[in-house]
C-alpha cells in the first residue's frame, strides 16, 4: 500500500469534520482509489474516507486495521510534505 498523491487542503470546510486532504491510495498491485479523504474530528484523530457514488453513499470500506494503516500512510505522507515544502492549511 502507499500513497500515490497527496493534496493539503486549502479550505477544512464547515462541517464538524474538517478536511485535511485529499489523496490517491494504490491498495494493492491490482487496486487503486482515487479521491480519498483525510479528515479531522474534533476530538483530533484522523480518519480516511474512501470517496462517495452518486446519491452520496460511500463507494468503499475498509476493516478497521485497514483504515487505520491508510490513514497512518496518509498522515506520514502529509507530514513528509509539512517538513519538506511547508504547508498553508487551516487547522
Not at 452518486?54 to 502529509?78: D, H, Q, W, Y
Request: hydrophobic share 45%.
Amino acid at each position: 500500500m502507499r500513497i500515490l498523491a497527496l493534496k493539503p487542503a486549502a479550505d477544512p470546510g464547515g462541517g464538524t469534520m474538517k478536511v485535511v486532504a485529499s489523496f490517491d491510495l494504490q491498495l494493492t498491485p491490482d487496486i487503486a482509489i482515487y479521491g480519498m479523504r483525510l479528515l479531522k474530528a474534533p476530538n483530533g484523530q484522523h480518519v480516511s474516507y474512501a470517496p462517495t457514488a452518486l446519491g452520496g453513499r460511500r463507494s468503499v470500506t475498509f476493516a478497521r486495521p485497514l483504515a487505520e494503516a491508510i490513514t497512518a500512510a496518509a498522515l506520514k505522507t502529509l507530514e513528509e510534505q509539512v517538513t519538506a515544502y511547508g504547508t498553508n492549511t487551516k487547522d
